[in-house]
């Protein structure tokens, strides 16, 4: 079975720092292409941040020079260095793979296989 395992969520305090992981298993072909996302109460889910095979990345304006995402592409495990962190940033984070086109700025409906999410919550 595909399955995505996001990890590393919790609470903060504004400035703090979060690592969180994306463990990808039963998925049998190479990975070309993963992605951060999140989703803010009341809000539509937005991209974070992706990388390609090539370890290109790319990211949105609002994490830039704050967050850094990176892979281990033989053990198929994403992860997302979340450094500076500020409470607009409290949301569920999710981690996607899979799916077709081009990688780095893909939308969300272009992703396939997706994780069920983890808790970021930054706050005084």
């Known amino acids: 079975e595909e399955q995505l395992v996001e990890s590393g969520g919790g609470s903060v305090q504004p400035g703090g720092s979060l690592r969180l992981s994306c463990k990808v298993s039963?998925?049998?072909?190479?990975?070309?292409?993963m992605g951060w996302f999140r989703q803010a109460p009341g809000k539509e889910r937005e991209a974070v941040a992706q990388?390609?095979?090539?370890?290109?990345?790319n990211y949105d304006d609002s994490v830039k020079d704050r967050f850094t995402i990176s892979q281990d592409s033989e053990r198929k495990i994403a992860y997302l260095q979340m450094n500076g962190l500020i409470p607009e940033d409290t949301a569920v984070y999710y981690c996607?793979?899979?799916?077709?086109?081009?990688?780095?700025?893909?939308?969300?409906?272009?992703?396939?296989?997706w994780g069920q999410g983890t808790q970021v919550s930054v706050s005084s």
């Open positions: 996607a793979t899979g799916g077709s086109g081009y990688c780095l700025g893909r939308a969300p409906e272009d992703f396939e296989l």
């Open positions: 039963g998925y049998r072909y190479r990975i070309y292409c």
């Open positions: 990388i390609d095979n090539l370890h290109s990345t």
